[in-house]
Structures are given as C-alpha cells and as structure tokens.
C-alpha cells in the first residue's frame, strides 16, 4: 500500500526559509508525478508545485515561483520543497500527494495518494 509521510515543517519568522521532505513507500516504481499541497486554516487546499519524475520537469503557483524549489531524490524516495523568502501567507498545513495524470491541472482532486500533512507557521 503505498504510503507518504511528510516532515521538515516548523515556525519561522518572516524572510526565514524551511525544507520539507516527503518520504514515500509502497509503490512498484517511483511516481510519476509529486506535489505540494497547501492549506490554510478556512481555505482550499492548493496546489502550489510539482514534479515529473520522467523529465524533472516543475510546474509552481505564482505565488511561490522563485521562492520555492521542488525536487526529488528517488535513490531515497523522497520529495522536497526548499522554502525561501517565506511570508505570512505561506502559513499552512503542507501535503504531499501523487498522481498518475499529471501536474496540469494542478488541483487536489487530480491527485489519489496523500500524507498527514507538516504545519508551517510564518510569522513577522
């Protein structure tokens, strides 16, 4: 059963930076797309970047391109998200989730397998 558990989330100050890690287990082979997931408290749940394992091709929100970095190491199956520049509105619960569709569109309901979830908490 495959199976995702994320890590790394904390509180930060304004301009800090976070790395999230996402470890998955489970699947015959390593996915085909990862993402990170976003909510805030009241909000849906959104898409903010992914990754083909195929081509390491990205896609990001605009609200975090050029602040966040996706990656994947699959020698350790594990998914990241360097968080730099961070800001109040980066605060929120941050999931991990796999698809086999695709990163366009990038929405929850495109994505079957999920984690826990790691809180993020951004204050000035």
């Known amino acids: 059963q495959a199976h995702l558990l994320e890590s790394g989330g904390g509180s930060v100050q304004t301009g800090g930076s976070l790395r999230l890690s996402c470890v998955h287990s489970?699947?015959?082979?390593?996915?085909?797309?990862m993402a990170w997931f976003r909510q805030a408290p009241g909000k849906e749940r959104e898409g903010i970047a992914c990754?083909?394992?195929?081509?390491?091709?990205?896609r990001y929100h605009p609200s975090v391109k050029g602040r966040f970095t996706i990656s994947r190491d699959n020698a350790v199956k594990t998914l990241y998200l360097e968080m730099n520049r961070l800001k109040a509105g980066d605060t929120g619960m941050y999931y991990c989730?796999?698809?086999?569709?695709?990163?366009?569109?990038?929405?929850?309901?495109?994505?079957?397998?999920w984690g826990q979830g790691t809180q993020v908490n951004v204050s000035s």
């Open positions: 990754i083909y394992d195929s081509t390491g091709g990205t």
């Open positions: 989730a796999t698809s086999t569709s695709g990163c366009v569109p990038l929405l929850a309901g495109t994505f079957s397998t």
């Open positions: 489970g699947y015959t082979s390593s996915p085909a797309f």
